[in-house]
């Protein structure tokens, strides 16, 4: 069974902490990636990586980064939280470089920059 | 600029009742997909569609790409209980592995 996990459900941060965010996936995919999700808004991309140590900017970057040291490992850093950045976080893993390639999420991180 | 428009951002109905939720965009996509997110969780997918026309059927819902590929619809016959949540088109415009997300169809069905 196919499995995305985040290594947290709820996160408080204050402006100006450094935030780690990591997901970490057991299905061998070559693929991960980082969204937001905020109402109205639908999903957008923060980063993808498509092996280790390979990373590309999404369409929201800004303010962002993310390590992909092992395959199933890929952190998004916050370099410095702001009050904007407060969102929901999701991540994602998928097999290849396919569009049609299914994307598994993770739960998902709630984060709220006081 | 969002590049696909869901409609209705929200719907209501009761039980029992059809209906459809619209992705639409300017640009022409390779391929879309639909993906239903339920509180507390991650999207998971419904269906991809690769093919102008290509209508897909998964039990009560019907999927359709519009032939310019530039659209796509998804019709609940029968809506149940179970079949609320937030429904996402996604679509990719260079046959890659990034995805554009749409906006969001968050449905309620009322028993």
């Known amino acids: 069974d196919v499995k995305v996990t985040q290594s947290s459900r709820y996160l408080v941060k204050r402006t100006g902490e450094k935030v780690f965010l990591e997901c970490v996936q057991d299905?061998?995919?070559?693929?991960m990636f980082w969204y937001r999700q905020d109402p109205g808004l639908g999903l957008r991309l923060i980063y993808f990586s498509y092996d280790v140590k390979m990373k590309e900017k999404g369409d929201i970057p800004e303010g962002y980064s993310v390590s992909r040291e092992k395959k199933e490992r890929f952190s998004l850093i916050l370099e410095s939280a702001s009050t904007n950045q407060t969102s929901m976080y999701l991540c994602a893993s998928s097999f290849s470089g396919q569009s049609t390639d299914t994307q598994y999420f993770g739960p998902g991180t709630r984060l709220t920059v006081l | 600029t969002q590049l696909l428009e869901q409609s209705p951002q929200f719907l209501s109905i009761q039980e029992g009742e059809n209906l459809t939720v619209y992705c639409n965009s300017s640009s022409v996509f390779s391929s879309l997909q639909w993906y239903r997110q339920e509180p507390g969780e991650g999207p998971v997918l419904l269906v991809t569609v690769v093919t102008g026309g290509e209508v897909k059927k998964l039990k009560r819902l019907t999927f359709q790409f519009g032939d310019a590929r530039k659209d796509s619809s998804l019709h609940i016959t029968a809506a149940q209980p179970g079949d609320t949540g937030l429904y996402l088109c996604?679509?990719?415009?260079?046959?890659?592995?990034?995805?554009?997300f749409g906006t969001g169809t968050r449905l309620t069905i009322i028993p």
């Open positions: 996604a679509g990719s415009l260079g046959g890659n592995e990034k995805l554009t």
């Open positions: 299905m061998d995919h070559e693929n």
